[in-house]
């Protein structure tokens, strides 16, 4: 029996759609001594995934590798510049959280560490997956060029975390 493309992608429609980045949305951000980060300014995000850390073991002669930890993959996101820099004062915010801009010292991680949500959403805007985003700070993000001419580029943050979790939707 000879079956056609046509008859292959009638039947699998919907359910093996690929998996597009521009699906991925910030579900929460926290606020920051009264700051807050306004979610529609959130235009990408790159979520973390874990990845397994191994260790090796000699066995005879021979390298066997074992599972030995798990740690987050560094993450980023991109918010939209506005007119009053909404996104660089909100990330500014939380970098003087870190690190005091006066003395140079470090504050306590339990200070600005904050956790994250991110949700993957389907062709029919039904939520797929939700990431947890546990204790992320950001590391760094781009400065903003200033020029006579407007430019629409995105703030983009690197960030750092200590754990993620998937949690799928049933």
Known sequence: MTVTLAQLEKHSEGQYEPWQSDKWKVLAMPTLGGVKLPIELIEAVTPPFNVL????????????????????????????????????????????????????????????KKNISCGLYDPTGQLVVTIEVRNAWPVSYDGLALARQSSNEPLVVQFKCDACRLIWST
């Open 53 to 112: 850390q191994e260790r090796a073991k000699n066995i005879a002669s021979s390298e066997i590798y074992f599972a030995n930890g798990t740690r987050a993959g560094q993450f980023s996101l991109e918010a939209a510049s506005t007119a009053k820099l909404h996104a660089l004062r909100y990330f500014d915010t939380w970098q003087q959280m870190i690190q005091n801009p006066f003395t140079g010292g470090f504050r306590l991680p339990s200070t600005y």
